[in-house]
């Protein structure tokens, strides 16, 4: 496994990456042997807490990310660490699937999207003179196909709130996300389109 450790405006000594290095390792031991890349990032949060977020690759586009704030950054590792291992323990079976299933994956179960991100600022909205809000950056991106349980995984892995998907049972894009109340939701058009047609 590739592992990077770095600091933002801060120096990560030799101990400490070789905590952070022997704990990595232990992690993808633990539950598969063959993460392909992780990167650990050390900040300072105000003048007396610590930041750290790990990022993880296990598996073909499935990242699992995790973050702690404490007031020592061994503590910080230890406790983003912890909750690390717990997200791949509650999804070690499923990612291992995953494994297997992608080795049989055919190019065809993806869809090539455009991703925009935009602009936040109503300030540039109202310069610009246009009910359309600001594309600040483009890139291209891969809609998966995948069931929703391994949506959910995936969402719930990455930090992320919300992802969509093409969904293997009727073919349609679907969407999982994260509500304000904490649980998710999920959004499928096609199932909206069935009821229609036997109505």
């Known amino acids: 496994m590739q592992l990077t450790v770095q600091g933002k405006q801060l120096d990560v000594g030799d101990a400490l990456r070789t905590h952070v290095s ?5 992690i993808n031991q633990k539950y598969f042997g063959r993460a392909t890349d992780a990167t650990v990032t050390f900040s300072r949060e105000g003048s007396t807490f610590y930041k750290v977020q ?3 690759h296990v598996g073909k586009n499935i ?6 704030t404490e007031k020592d950054p061994y503590l910080a590792f230890d406790s983003a660490a912890e909750k690390l291992s717990k997200q791949l323990r509650r999804y070690k079976r499923k990612i291992r699937d995953h494994h297997e299933r992608v080795e049989e994956t055919n190019p065809e179960d993806t869809l090539e ?5 935009l602009s936040a600022t109503e300030e540039k909205e109202e310069e610009s003179n246009n009910d359309e809000p600001m594309i600040i950056a483009e ?7 995948m069931s929703v349980s391994e949506a959910v995984m995936r969402m719930d ?11 293997p049972s009727n073919e349609g894009l679907n969407m ?14 096609q199932a909206s389109i069935s009821n229609k047609k036997t109505a």
């Open 22 to 26: 022997d704990h990595m390792e232990d």
């Open 54 to 56: 790990i990022s993880i």
């Open 63 to 68: 990242t699992a990310q995790a973050h702690s």
């Open 113 to 117: 999207a455009r991703y925009y991100t």
């Open 139 to 145: 890139m291209v991106t891969n809609i998966q196909t």
């Open 157 to 167: 892995l990455s930090g992320q709130s919300a992802i969509l998907f093409k969904n």
């Open 176 to 189: 999982v996300y994260r509500r304000s109340d904490g649980n998710i939701g999920w959004v499928d058009p």
